[in-house]
Nanobody, 114 residues
């Protein structure tokens, strides 16, 4: 499976960005998709996940500011990020889990200036 993320960029604190990720190279629909991020010098952390049925899970640090959504027919996932903070600066990765194996995309850089 290939995961192609896009939509990152440079934004001022308080601004918004929308990330998109398309999964390809797989038949059918992906059960679980999500987003993770890794800031410089820090471990990668899960930001948000969404199941095929629409159940979501968010990191405490982004609750109320980020919203994940999916287009299941297109195996596409989105991450709407509002009220961005400098601490949201990181490389954001699209992720999925298939038969217990985790897959990651190439990442897209999000930089929030203060």
């Amino acid at each position: 499976v290939q995961l192609q993320a896009s939509g990152g960029g440079l934004v001022q604190a308080g601004g918004s960005l929308r990330l998109s990720c398309v999964a390809s190279g797989i038949r059918g629909r992906l059960s679980l998709m999500g987003w993770s991020r890794q800031a410089p010098g820090k471990q990668r952390e899960s930001v948000a996940t969404m199941t095929l049925g629409g159940n979501t899970n968010y990191a405490d640090s982004v609750k109320g500011r980020f919203a994940v959504s999916r287009d299941n027919a297109k195996n596409t996932i989105y991450l709407q990020m509002n009220s961005l903070k400098p601490e949201d600066t990181a490389v954001y990765y699209c992720t999925t889990t298939i038969l217990g194996n985790d897959y990651w995309g190439q990442g897209t850089q999000v930089t929030v200036s203060s």
